[in-house]
Each structure stands twice: as structure tokens, then as C-alpha cells.
């Protein structure tokens, strides 16, 4: 599904990453883990063109999205969902409408629109707070509205860049725990994280990166 090959990020004279080859296939729950600036958020990144690699190629489903014209770029990231560390909600808006924010221009109908918005929120266990304002929600709460609106459309593809910076141990199992629920579901997950006890609990595939390099790729593996 995923291919990096070769791999360099280069900025003026710093390497973010170097030299970097990784192939994920459908399906896989991935843990992106690493000290910070070993260049975990500018991998994810490159995954939904944020960035643009300075050589080497980026694969997704046979797409090279290292060469996608801008123009091209809200398609491929209508083909994945995006969580990130700090939610990037829209204050003025209800839970609901935060979610069905991203369908609302695909030109399907109402009911559709509701049926999915509405499986989105009971997924994350949000339903009853559809209502509600991204204000009256705690950290954990805003962060599930998040992963629902990545969801909304069916993504084979999640991206989650540091979904529980944030957050405090309890909600950052129940965070992970949503996401491991969807990768049962056959999305492919990939989430790059620091928070080694999360890596720990789960065993899942872990890559390790440190100054821009892959030094680990372990199946059911720990941070360490």
C-alpha cells in the first residue's frame, strides 16, 4: 500500500530524513516512534503531501504523491483520514458538524450525511454528544471528534501524528484503543508517537527513527 524508497528530507543544510526506505502494507497498525526532531512528523507529512521530499520517491496505492500537482493534493487526502495532536477543531461548530464538515462537499445526500456522521460518533463512543461545542468537551473527548471526522468518509488510510501529545495516560489508552478498534475494521493505521508505554501495551509493528534514519523495524514490538 505504502512505499518509501530513498527517501531524503532536506532543509538548507539539516536532514529531517535520510536516505529512508519502508514498505506498509494494507492493513497494518504501525507505530512511528523516535526522539524528538528524529523526524517522525516530517515522514507522516510527506504521507498527506504537507511536505514534499527533496529525492526519492512516496508511494501510496501506486500514486507517487511526491510529484502531485497541488492541485491533485484534496484528492489524495479525501482517500485518508488525519488526526492530529492538537485536533484542529472548529470552535463555532457543534461535535456533528465538525464531522460532517469534510462530507459536506461531496455531494451526497443529507441522510447519507447523517448515517455516516452519526457510525463515525458512536465508534468513538460520542454520540450523545453531538450537540455539543469542542469548548464543553475535555481534551480526550475533542481528540475522539478528531478521529471521527477522519473516519467520516471510510478511509483504507489513518494517519494519526502524535494523537495523544496531549493527553493524560488514562485518555491516551482510550485514544489508542479506538484506534486499534478501526484498524479491526481493516483500515490501515499509522501512528507516530513518544509515548512508550502506549507502544509497549499494544505490540504492534514499531519503526524507529533517529536523525532521519530507520534504525529498528520490529513486528510486535516495544519503544525501546
Partial sequence: ?????????????????????????????????????????????????????????????????????????????????????????????????????????LGISSREINARVTGALKIVGLYHKKHATPAELSGGEQQRVGIARAIVNGPPLLIADEPTGNLDPKNSLEIMQILDQINQRGITVIVSTHDNAMVDYFRKRVITLDKGEIIRDIQAGTYE
Fill in 1 to 105: 500500500m505504502i512505499q518509501f524508497r530513498n527517501v531524503t528530507k532536506q532543509y538548507k543544510d539539516n536532514y529531517a530524513l535520510r536516505n529512508v526506505n519502508l514498505d506498509i502494507q494494507s492493513g497494518e497498525f504501525v507505530f512511528v516512534v523516535g526522539a524528538s526532531g528524529a523526524g517522525k512528523s516530517t515522514l507522516m507529512k510527506l504521507l498527506y503531501s504537507e511536505e514534499r521530499p527533496t529525492g526519492g520517491t512516496v508511494t501510496i496505492g501506486g500514486i507517487n504523491v511526491a510529484n502531485l500537482p497541488n492541485d491533485k493534493v484534496p484528492n489524495l487526502r479525501r482517500c485518508m483520514g488525519i488526526v492530529f495532536q492538537d485536533y484542529k477543531l472548529l470552535q463555532n461548530k457543534s461535535v456533528y458538524d465538525n464531522v460532517a464538515y469534510v462530507i459536506r462537499t
